[in-house]
């Protein structure tokens, strides 16, 4: 196996091991640690949290030290693919192959499963043992990436562009929140539980938004040439309005996440070892679910 | 007006002052924020950052540095109010005599603004400005007390008892987290927002743990025995199963209401002045909305 990909690997399971070990007590509302731990560990890529513990490395960090924190954004990512599929939102039957949430554990359920993976990725971060002023500072970030002038926002500019028809700069803005905050925060995350530099926040927020916009583009190009056998979900989605693909043509959305992998790996400038960062990027821009 | 309602007025003005200035930004998810708003100024008592400033104060700390905190824990009740209402949870169409968020912006937007609101919780305490060490204890209370061992925990009892037949250690454990926790939450974070002791912390639960149960009995009498006028909410679903009124009838409850408010105004000897929280716990047990 290549090294990158066996780093890879190593990000990943350090990740699954960490998630697997939450909301195991045995207490009388166990269904609902149940509900969030379907979700949770329900076989995800974990690209965000194997962005922050790299991030953390490359900027001379212990990557160990930020698993805490790349499992609070997946608990966030979760939370919130969990009220997406909700009846209310995208009413979808299934996600990676597997029932929704609320299709197992019901309407109501689902709902406090993402409220409560909401409130753990904020204790998990609190908790994480880092010093209080690192602490802080992630927990600002997270708080900030995710919440209404991030993720939360973005999902309303999705929900309300169905109704109106969206120009690019609005579906560009809405994918920056709804897509974009989260992998930014990923990334920043892992350069501040690093102590890094300034020019390396900024420089992670560039390949941040690089990546984010390919990996975005390439998911509206499954949505329409992707099958469900290595999606997991439904295909041919395209009365979908918010989508680059209606936005640019399938064959410009090719050439939009062939540049944007370009300039998420030129972003990696002021990173001695950048190799798991490019590879990682190129990866995504090819991957077929 | 006597000095202990000038101080409750001062209080909650100040609470709601905060809470006014969040969520203004003219941006293109501002239906997001006028949601969130809607909810958030829909005109609550304010006990939760009352507790919270007043606890400051009298562990000798000066009460506005509490204000954002007792906000966020605003926030976080009010979001919890957004998705109790839902249709898929308890369905109310009316709640402090104003329609519910969900039957004002639909139900999609009411899940966004419930998620919102949770997540500016933590951001709010996270940049309230506190020294790191006292933000880090603040959020690790806060995320604690309303997440899957507090507050979503005892939701998910409340869920789980309407298909049960639950008995008292099971409607006491549900309303000491569905209700309690948060209150616990409100006391103590304004005993470390003073930099209070552990004896100061203790006698701080043991004030919200009573005024909690004296809170959530007379909530169950008033579903009971109140009017839509006075409450704006339904009343009189007494097919309820998780009641203290259908555990203990309505008598026994006036007596738990009475009981549990002398036990909270016990529990206050660690403090010199203590006037004020002994006159607000007489307000709550005698309140009729």
Known sequence: MDDWKQRLRTYADAAEAFLAEQFTDDLPQKRLFEAMRYSLLAGGKRIRPVLTVEFCRVCGGDWRQAVPFGCALEMIHTYSLIHDDLPCMDNDDYRRGKLTCHKVYGEAMAVLAGDALLTAAFETAAGAGAPAEMTVAVLRMLSACAGELGMVGGQVLDLEGERLEPDAAYIHRLQELKTGALLKAACQMGVLAAGGSQEQLRAAADYARAIGLAFQTQDDILDV?????????????????????????????????????????????????????????????????
């Open 225 to 289: 040439e992707g099958d469900f056998e290595k999606l997991g979900k439904r295909v041919g989605m395209d009365e979908k309005k918010n989508t680059f693909v209606r936005l640019y043509g399938l064959a410009r959305c090719h050439e939009i996440v062939r540049e944007q992998t370009d300039a998420a790996i030129a972003a990696l400038s002021p990173f001695a070892d950048r190799a798991f960062l490019t590879e990682l990027a190129n990866y995504l821009a090819g991957r077929e679910s």
